[in-house]
């Protein structure tokens, strides 16, 4: 079964940083596209970032600028560094991966932005 853990995450100060990490293991040797996505209270899930096995990025517009996402296809680990931190950040992260017409999600971890 392919699993995805995150960790990182926690209770930030406004303009503050943080990074999350996600390893993934399974049966699957590597993912074609691995990234982020989020959920606030009372929103639905949104995209944050993704990157291909390539390298080749894409990021929400609210983040643009501020996060960079990052992968280690040997570790087939994917890392979101979070920085200029604003309270509307405040969200569960979830690693997302996927390989052809399968996707995933990891369990989440909780980002808190405080002003």
């Known amino acids: 079964q392919v699993q995805l853990v995150e960790s990182g995450g926690g209770l930030v100060q406004a303009g503050g940083s943080l990074s999350l990490s996600c390893a993934a293991s399974?049966?699957?040797?590597?993912?074609?596209?691995m990234g982020w996505d989020r959920q606030a209270p009372g929103k639905q899930r949104e995209l944050v970032a993704r990157?291909?096995?390539?390298?080749?990025?894409n990021y929400a517009d609210s983040v643009k600028g501020r996060f960079t996402i990052s992968r280690d296809n040997a570790k087939n680990t994917v890392y979101l560094q979070m920085n200029s931190l604003k309270p509307e950040d405040t969200a569960v992260y979830y690693c997302?991966?996927?390989?052809?017409?399968?996707?995933?999600w990891g369990q989440g971890t909780q980002v808190t932005v405080s002003s």
């Open positions: 997302y991966a996927s390989i052809t017409v399968r996707h995933y």
């Open positions: 399974g049966s699957i040797f590597s993912f074609n596209t």
């Open positions: 990157i291909t096995s390539g390298g080749s990025t």
